[in-house]
Structures are given as structure tokens and as C-alpha cells.
């Protein structure tokens, strides 16, 4: 069992160390937003946070290529937190004085908050190590390239980034939550999602005499009925497997069996530990029912990212965190949501736990992510540093 201490949680602890920040913060993002850069191409923006964090005599870490990491504190790590620093290619329609100054790429997923948001917790952290030290490590992992397939979060664990790491966090701008408000789930928080092509080959021939050809759009057929049905009884219904085909093509002419046809479509999955099982029976499955026709079956699974699975401690200590920066009311539980997000990787063998963070301005204009005219509420900015900044915090005081 474990003993909650009866004295009060700090509360605002790290505002008073903000403040004096926060106008460089929001600069920073600024910038950054209208210097956007591509997955793998972060060049500029890892080196401005080098220089920044260098600055504050921290000692920045490169990653190969872009991206970076940086420990503030002494001894043990007690936490990581992660932020994503790539744009999209998508065109900037906001209208906004610190718009894109790259034409087709902008941050339309809210990554330059999120590095700012990084950026602001380390220069909070390493100002209260100066003060008194800090009792352990904070490490801060800049990732780059979160938006393509595979994504960056994988290089960088290859690199070591998690060597000695017992949890992180991460946190993701939600345009649906108000500013002020921030979305947690204990469990799955996005989706996995993987991409199925088929091709299926075989003797053509006459439609009077299938005996004598290897009838494939009956086999294909087969494929786009079965393949969800037998994954509906062999997989947990609960899991949301769902097999959707979304492109099936084969043949010219009313009497005759071409000789070879195409299919295609998404595996979606809202567990993690079904999407690998899935995966599994999927690929034995389509060899399965394709083989009493004798069709040759090429099959062309690739495998997307599993869902982001919150755990109940660190999204327990994110919710405490939020509570004690911004107030009482400032938790909402957020949807699961169908998208993907390469910072399940992280959680792979680690507790942690990504958090949504509200930018849409109360009654303002409803948006969306990776739309060319996302404008989110900067205060949101101040506030993701706050929360992440303190459930950082509070791991340190369990070293
Ligand atoms: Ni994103």
C-alpha cells in the first residue's frame, strides 16, 4: 500500500518560474512556425534548441541526422518527456503575421508548440536546479520526424534516448479541448492503423470453364467477405479490429476470368496487444482463403504504429499536475482517438503517458489537425509547460 502524505500538494509551483520565460517561449515557437521543416529535415530547429539549451549551460545531446536530447539535474533519471519538431507538407492558409515563410510546409499538428513546450521545461528545470538542486534527472528528448512511416521515434530509441529511462510523457494540441483544459485517458489513446495490398495471379480463361483456370475474382471475392468475418470470431470484439477494403479491381469482360486482380485497405485496431495477433491471423488468413482456388497471393501487409497506451500511475500524476497548475476543473477525459502517433514506440517497454492539450479559444472558430488553417490558442503554450513541467516534478520526488 502506499501512504499519502496528508500535507497539501504544492500548488502553482511552476508559474513564478515561467513567467519571466514565457514572452522568449512564445517568440520561439513563432519562429519556428514561420521556419516549419519537414520529417528528417529538421536542421534549423535543432539547432536553434541546441544553442538555447547550451545557453542555459545545459549539455544538448545530437541525435543522428536531427533531433536532440538534453538531462537537467543529477543522478538518477526519473523521467523523460517527449516532444515531436516536424511540419507537415501542407500548404499555410492562417493568415497569421508569423505565417510559413516555406511555401507547401507548415506546422499544421501544433509540433512547434510542442517543442516549445519541451524547450520551456527544461529552461524551468535547469533555473530551479540553480536554485537547489533537483533530486534526479529530467531528460528531454527533442524527436524528430513524428509525421512520416516509420517515424523518428524508433531511430531515436535505437540511439539510446530511453537507456535508463522508468517513464515518459508527451502531450499532443487537441483543437476540440478549450484552452485551459487538458485530455487524459488511462488506456489506448489513439489507434493502430496498418495498410493490406493483395494481388492475386493465376491461369485466365473462359467463364464456361473455371475448371480449367484458377477463378480469382471468385477467390477475391472470398478474401473481401471472409478475411473480417474470421477476424471478428478469432480476435476480442472489444479490441475494434476492423478490416475495411477500400479498393478492389479485376477483369474486362462479362466471360472472362482475368488472370490476375488487385485489392487493397486498412487494418484498424484499438488494442495493443490485439494488433499484433491480428496481424498475425490476417496474413495466415488471406493465404488461407485464397488457397482451394489456386490463385498465387502476394500480400503486401505494412504494419502502421500500435495505439499510444496511457498507464494509470503517470496519467494519475499528469491529472494531479494539471489540477494543482491550472485549478480544479482543468481535467476532461478525452475520446480515443482513430489516429496514430509513433509515441506508442516509446511505451513499448515503459510506463507513461501522453496528454491532449486544449488550444481552441472559447467560442472561437472550430478547427482540426493537419488543416492549413490550424490557428491555436497560444496560452496553451504557458499551460503544457506547467503541467508537464510539474508531473515531472512529482516523479522526481518518488526517486
Ligand atoms: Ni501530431
Avoid at 476540440?176 to 489506448?188: D, F, H, L, N, P
Avoid at 475448371?211 to 468475418?229: K, M, R, S, W
Avoid at 496528454?355 to 492549413?372: A, V
Avoid at 503554450?381 to 520526488?397: C, M, N, S
Amino acid at each position: 500500500m502506499r501512504n499519502y502524505s496528508t500535507e497539501a500538494e504544492p500548488t502553482t509551483l511552476v508559474g513564478p518560474w515561467l513567467e519571466p520565460l514565457l514572452p522568449e517561449l512564445i517568440a520561439f515557437r513563432r519562429d519556428l512556425h514561420a521556419h516549419p521543416e519537414l520529417s528528417f529535415k529538421e536542421f534549423r530547429t535543432t539547432d536553434k534548441l541546441a544553442r538555447r539549451l547550451e545557453e542555459a549551460g545545459l549539455k544538448p545531446r545530437r541525435l543522428e541526422g536531427t533531433g536532440l536530447t538534453v538531462d537537467i539535474g543529477d543522478g538518477p533519471i526519473a523521467t523523460a518527456l517527449r516532444g515531436d519538431i516536424d511540419a507537415l507538407p501542407i500548404i499555410e492558409e492562417t493568415g497569421l503575421p508569423f505565417a510559413s515563410k516555406h511555401h507547401g510546409v507548415t506546422h499544421a499538428c501544433g509540433h512547434d508548440v510542442h517543442t516549445a513546450t519541451m524547450l520551456g521545461a527544461a529552461l524551468v528545470l535547469q533555473r530551479m536546479h540553480e536554485e537547489s538542486p533537483l533530486r534526479g534527472t529530467v531528460r528531454i528528448i527533442f524527436q524528430p520526424a513524428e509525421e512520416t512511416m516509420p517515424g523518428g521515434a524508433q531511430s531515436c530509441i535505437d540511439q539510446g534516448v530511453l537507456d535508463g529511462v522508468p517513464r515518459i510523457f508527451a502531450l499532443h494540441c487537441d483543437p476540440r479541448i478549450e484552452v485551459g483544459k487538458i485530455g487524459t485517458r488511462i488506456g489506448a489513446i489513439t489507434s493502430a492503423s496498418d495498410t493490406i495490398k493483395i494481388e492475386l495471379t493465376g491461369r485466365g480463361g473462359h467463364t464456361s470453364r473455371p475448371h480449367l483456370t484458377e477463378e480469382l475474382v471468385f477467390a477475391l471475392a472470398q478474401i473481401a467477405v471472409n478475411v473480417p468475418a474470421v477476424l471478428s470470431r478469432r480476435v476480442d470484439v472489444r479490441s475494434g479490429v476492423s478490416v475495411v477494403w477500400g479498393h478492389i479491381s479485376a477483369g474486362s469482360a462479362p466471360n472472362a476470368i482475368p488472370a490476375s486482380g488487385y485489392m487493397a485497405g486498412t487494418m484498424r485496431c484499438l488494442d495493443r496487444d490485439a494488433w499484433h495477433n491480428a496481424g498475425e491471423i490476417l496474413d495466415e488468413v488471406i493465404q488461407q482463403i485464397a488457397a482451394p482456388y489456386g490463385v498465387d497471393v502476394h500480400l503486401e501487409h505494412t504494419r502502421g504504429v500500435p495505439p499510444v497506451v496511457n498507464s494509470e500511475h503517470e496519467t494519475a500524476l499528469i491529472e494531479a499536475a494539471a489540477r494543482a497548475e491550472i485549478g480544479e476543473g482543468a481535467v476532461v477525459l478525452t475520446p480515443q482517438s482513430m489516429g496514430g502517433e509513433d509515441f506508442a514506440w516509446f511505451l513499448a517497454d515503459l510506463p507513461g503517458a501522453m496528454m491532449r492539450l486544449g488550444t481552441k479559444t472559447p467560442g472561437g472558430e472550430e478547427y482540426d489537425l493537419h488543416r492549413g488553417d490550424y490557428i491555436l490558442d497560444e496560452r496553451a503554450l504557458g499551460l503544457g509547460i506547467k503541467v508537464l513541467t510539474a508531473a515531472a516534478l512529482r516523479t522526481l520526488r518518488d526517486l
